[in-house]
């Protein structure tokens, strides 16, 4: 059993940056593949990034390839987003989601409950 908490989240204008952190419980937290998905109203949860277990790759939608970087640190059970350059479209609720393998959504067994980034034009 993982339990994700997601912190970091908040308004900023376009171009800022904003660090979101995902928390993790549980002594294998090292095993499991992270995401992040995000999801805006009247939209579909949609992947942000994902990486594997040992944080050696990695992978990005393609709207946000070149201004996010995911991150790990197994010895601190968190993961992490680092959204640079941020627009008005990367508005919306941010879920870390931890699972076996990385993958679609459905390949994540457990999701945080969200952290609301707003980024103002």
């Known amino acids: 059993q993982v339990q994700l908490v997601e912190s970091g989240g908040g308004l900023v204008q376009a171009g800022d940056s904003l660090r979101l952190s995902c928390g993790a419980t549980?002594?294998?937290?090292?095993?499991?593949?992270m995401a992040w998905f995000r999801q805006s109203p009247g939209k579909e949860r949609e992947f942000v990034a994902h990486?594997?277990?040992?944080?050696?790759?990695?992978d990005y939608a393609d709207s946000v390839k070149g201004r996010f970087t995911i991150s790990r640190d197994n010895a601190k059970n968190t993961v992490y987003l680092q959204m640079n350059r941020l627009k008005p479209e990367d508005t919306a609720v941010y879920y870390c989601?931890?699972?076996?393998?990385?993958?679609?959504?459905?390949?994540?067994?457990?999701w945080g409950q969200g952290t609301q980034v707003t980024v103002s034009s």
């Open positions: 989601a931890a699972g076996s393998f990385t993958g679609p959504r459905g390949a994540y067994k457990y």
């Open positions: 549980g002594r294998t937290f090292g095993v499991y593949a």
């Open positions: 990486i594997n277990w040992s944080g050696g790759s990695t």
